[in-house]
């Protein structure tokens, strides 16, 4: 499951998706998201579903990481799923059998929630997919440089974020290492109860712990060894750009939206 993760990882490529303004797919990004939101009927999210195959296949992403993006929450969707269908009490009672009452409003809710956060799963790590960690900083910098006019240390917060985001591949690849070598010394992660289970895993979270401790401290020295004092006359070997693909992208975007919109109006 560890290696199943793809948020922080960056797969290299020279597509156009990949060439793309960090600070447009940041903002595209937000509008997908707001686009998400907006859906009300679920035959929109076919419209959703043909854009994401859509943009992984410009930007060469194999397919099954799009599958790993959802396995982190294989169990999670399930549960959301039940807690829909049996909570929600709307609409025209199907099932009434014991203490479980189904609605049709609850299935609808069921599977719209589910759809709804797994298209924002996908579609939000094709972000980080496609963006360089260091791109991620500028774009976020410059997106929020005008917070400099109230004293707000805009280039402190985007590094930070970076950093932990960058940071997310380093410690799955040390808690994947730890585990295997526990699972030499004979522990038992997938047997038991959850209690017992969560106790076994006590032996990888804390060398975990202890090393993102280690990598902070050796981080800061190396950061201050290089006499980093923030952004404060700081220069970027790479000057960001608008091309005509961000303008591209950006109608594309907005014709995402647009058709969501009209399709619920018209056709559903």
Not at 72 to 97: A, Q, S
Not at 109 to 122: C, E, G, K, M, P
Not at 168 to 190: C, M, N, S, V
Request: proline share 4%; with cysteine.
């Amino acid at each position: 499951m560890l290696n199943d993760i793809t948020l922080g990882q960056y797969l290299p490529g020279n597509s156009a998706v990949h060439r793309l303004d960090p600070r447009t797919k940041i903002l595209l990004m937000i509008a997908y998201i707001v686009a998400i939101f907006l859906v009300e009927k679920m035959p929109a999210f076919i419209i959703i579903a043909a854009f994401i195959l859509a943009v992984t296949l410009t930007a060469r992403i194999p397919l099954n990481y799009l599958l790993k993006a959802l396995k982190p929450l294989r169990f999670i969707l399930p549960l959301m799923f039940l807690f829909n269908l049996l909570l929600v009490r709307k609409g025209n009672l199907l099932v009434d059998w014991w203490i479980i009452k189904i609605y049709d409003e609850g299935i609808k809710n069921a599977f719209f929630i589910v759809l709804r956060l797994s298209t924002l799963v996908v579609g939000t790590s094709l972000l980080t997919l496609t963006t360089t960690p260091i791109a991620l900083t500028d774009g976020l910098e410059k997106l929020m440089a005008p917070l400099k006019l109230i004293k707000f240390p805009v280039h402190e917060l985007a590094m930070m974020m970076t950093i932990a985001l960058r940071f997310i591949p380093t410690l799955i690849e040390e808690a994947d290492k730890i585990q295997k070598a526990q699972l030499a010394r004979g522990a038992d992660f997938e047997s038991g109860n959850v209690i017992k289970r969560a106790k076994a895993m006590l032996p990888v979270l804390i060398p975990l712990i202890v090393n993102s401790f280690r990598h902070a401290g050796e981080l800061a020295m190396a950061m201050e060894s290089r006499c980093y004092h923030g952004g404060e006359g700081r220069t970027r070997m790479r000057v960001l750009k608008l091309q005509w693909g961000d303008l591209a992208a950006a109608l594309i975007t907005g014709a995402l939206i647009a058709a969501i919109l009209l399709s619920q109006r018209f056709l559903f």
